[in-house]
Every structure is written in C-alpha cells, then in structure tokens.
C-alpha cells in the first residue's frame, strides 16, 4: 500500500515538472487535491489495518508472568492475559518490609473477582 502511495506522488510529481507553463496552476491545484485524497486514502486504510490487530499482538504488552502495573506503566493487554494485583507476594524481615508484586497470568479477571467475593 505504501508503494502504491509513493508512485502516486513520484508521478505527480514527474506530472508537475513536465507541464506547460500556461496551465501550470490549474494542474498542479488538480495535482494537490489528487495527493490529498490519497493521502487521506492512506491514512484511513492504515486506521482500519490497525484497528484489525488483536491488542495481544501489540507490541507495547507484557508476556504472561512479567511485572506489570494497574494503572501507570507497561500492562497486560487483552482478554486472555490480565495484570494480577499482588500476585506474589515475599515477607518482609527486620530490614524491608514485606511486598507483592503484580505479575500478568491468563485469565486473572476472573480470578480477582473470585478473591473479591
């Protein structure tokens, strides 16, 4: 797609270069309006391709088992792989307290609203 767009505006501009003098304006406003709706073509086309992915495919999520975080940060994405909130969890000793970590594991909605009621 991006080829075709591209030859589309080496064309043009080839077209441009080449026309007389005399119409010069007209062609190259008729030269504009073509690139404009191709570029708004592209640009549509790249919106529905991207809507298309699984947001389990992106490339800004964490695997199943990596650290993530409930609202800032990288997280889990998707319906299948989810951030568990305090998932494991180490004691504390007399120098640190203790602390939980949220992991991402499959299916953890449904597991945080068993813990929940």
């Known amino acids: 797609m991006m080829n075709t767009f591209w030859l589309l505006v080496v064309v043009s501009a080839l077209a441009v270069v ?3 003098d005399g119409n010069k304006d007209a062609e190259l406003a008729a030269v504009r ?9 592209q640009k549509f086309l790249a919106a529905v391709y ?14 199943v088992g990596e650290e ?8 889990c994405c998707g319906f299948s792989n989810w951030c568990n909130y305090d998932d494991e969890c180490f ?3 007399a120098n640190n307290p203790p602390r939980c970590i949220n992991r991402c594991r499959p299916g953890s909605l449904t597991r945080w609203i068993g813990k929940k009621l």
């Open 68 to 75: 993530c975080f409930m609202v800032a940060g990288p997280n």
């Open 33 to 41: 309006k073509k690139l404009q709706m191709f570029e708004l073509l």
């Open 18 to 20: 080449s026309c007389d």
């Open 91 to 93: 004691p504390g000793d």
């Open 50 to 63: 991207a809507s298309d992915k699984k947001t389990e495919q992106r490339e800004d999520c964490l695997d």
